[in-house]
């Protein structure tokens, strides 16, 4: 006989035994005293609680020496093809004639989704005699997964490249070998992950969405995966986790990660919640069968709040300091790049001498640029020219409120950097007596 209880979660959801209501706690009592019945435990008896995620079920349950735990993974590349070909076989003879890719691409291209899900994508383009193209493939995928994960994940897709990017040459050498060494599938050549640095409006963020425009595999965000119940946080790290397996080969970019990544010890209040999401994050990103598969993007204005262990060589083998332009000459290829991101139509010749002494992110290149669009729209007709009004602006400048903080955050980059090509040649002289010493100084402004 057997007894299967589907979703489980919440027949004997995860809890502390005082803080279970009335029949949540009866049910734990009676499925604790069917494991450990001598009579059930030898005679032919089985119960099988089937739920998305262990972190869902009452610990006393899943810790019971009499359960055994199976864990079904979602289909590989190998068993999607599979199913495939037992669904053209069976229900959907058709497809073949529909689709713009091969039975083995359409397999390649639905890794990440569950059986369920695969037949959904694929039921749905025969029932609107729509072609199957991988363009519409990818969207199908991404937006499944999206909703499967409930918010947690998202894909990131960029109309941008490592072209758009000013300045920061050494950074986009490095990116693109490696982006080679991705799409060459020579997973053993390839760190296990990047820590990317520096202070607030070097482009970390963009230059990950710019590298993820080259890379030609998946690249995922992770949203807010912390919740308020209980362990529902752990369970939503095991889905993510599940997901990222399935996806074969995967970019996982962590923004904020210092907010992010938990702590060791956990964190005043938290109930240790930042610990265990420390230790889950910690025990995937060291697994080294991943490595070329699972590839963690890190970035951080603070990676000195990073615990040690979760940017170490084996986890983030590679640490990029990022840098707002050191002369004028790359303050310049740094503004006509914002403005073409802007749309703006700026040449060389309508940018004004830039003020001394001034160092200029482009986050404050931006908003400057905005402000004189912002100018020359609300002029009447005739108006100045844009070159005017920009030089204007500029002449209005203020240096930044937070000078010797934001130089915090560029020495601690340093500190981080594992590669001296990454640094500006002022850095790359500092000793590190020298560092320490101005890291120090610098520390009280935080």
Not at 270 to 281: C, E, F, H, K
Not at 355 to 362: A, F, R, S, T
Not at 375 to 402: D, Q
Request: glycine share 6%.
């Amino acid at each position: 006989i057997a007894v299967i209880i589907d979703f489980a979660e919440f027949v004997v959801p995860r809890g502390d035994p005082i803080q279970l209501t009335g029949p949540f706690s009866a049910n734990v009592v009676k499925v604790l005293g069917w494991a450990n019945d001598p009579a059930i435990l030898h005679s032919n008896i089985v119960t099988v609680l089937l739920t998305e995620g262990l972190h869902d079920l009452n610990p006393l349950v899943v810790e019971n020496p009499h359960v055994a735990t199976l864990k079904i993974p979602l289909p590989d590349e190998a068993e999607m093809l599979d199913y495939l070909q037992t669904l053209i076989a069976t229900q959907f003879p058709q497809l073949p004639s529909k689709c713009e890719v091969s039975i083995e691409v359409l397999a390649r291209r639905l890794t990440g989704l569950s059986r369920v899900g695969a037949r959904k994508v694929l039921s749905t383009a025969l029932a609107n005699d729509r072609a199957v193209s991988a363009a519409w493939l990818m969207r199908m995928k991404k937006d499944l997964i999206e909703r499967e994960c409930q918010g947690l994940l998202e894909f990131l897709e960029s109309p941008f490249t490592l072209d758009q990017v000013a300045g920061h040459d050494a950074v986009k050498a490095w990116l693109r070998e490696d982006a080679v060494l991705l799409r060459r599938g020579l997973m053993n050549a390839l760190p296990m992950g990047y820590l990317i640095t520096g202070r607030i409006g070097t482009g970390k963020t963009f230059i990950v969405q710019c590298w993820a425009g080259e890379l030609g595999i998946p690249c995922v965000v992770f949203k807010n995966f912390r919740d308020r119940w209980v362990g529902a946080t752990e369970s939503n790290l095991e889905k993510i986790f599940s997901v990222l397996h399935a996806l074969g080969q995967v970019v996982v970019f962590i923004d904020e990660a210092d907010q992010a990544a938990g702590k060791r010890g956990g964190e005043d209040g938290d109930s240790g919640l930042s610990g265990r999401v420390y230790a889950m994050l910690a025990k995937e990103m060291s697994e080294t069968r991943n490595r070329g598969r699972i590839v963690w993007v890190f970035a951080t204005s603070r990676p000195d709040l990073l615990e040690v262990d979760l940017k170490r060589q084996g986890r983030l083998d590679v640490h990029i300091p990022l840098f707002p332009p050191q002369t004028s000459d790359e303050t310049r290829a740094l503004l006509l790049s914002v403005a073409r991101k802007l749309k703006l139509p700026l040449d060389d010749s309508d940018i004004p001498p830039l003020p001394e002494g001034i160092v200029l992110g482009g986050n404050e290149i931006e908003g400057i640029l905005v402000r004189a669009l912002r100018a020359y729209e609300l002029l009447p007709e005739p108006r100045s020219t844009l070159k005017e009004i920009l030089g204007k602006v500029f002449g209005e400048v203020r240096p930044n409120a937070h000078t010797r903080k934001l130089e915090y955050m560029d020495l601690v980059a340093v500190r981080e950097c594992t590669d001296s090509r990454f640094l500006p040649p002022r850095y790359r002289e500092l000793s590190p007596e020298d560092l320490e010493q101005r890291i120090e100084e610098t520390r009280r402004f935080v």
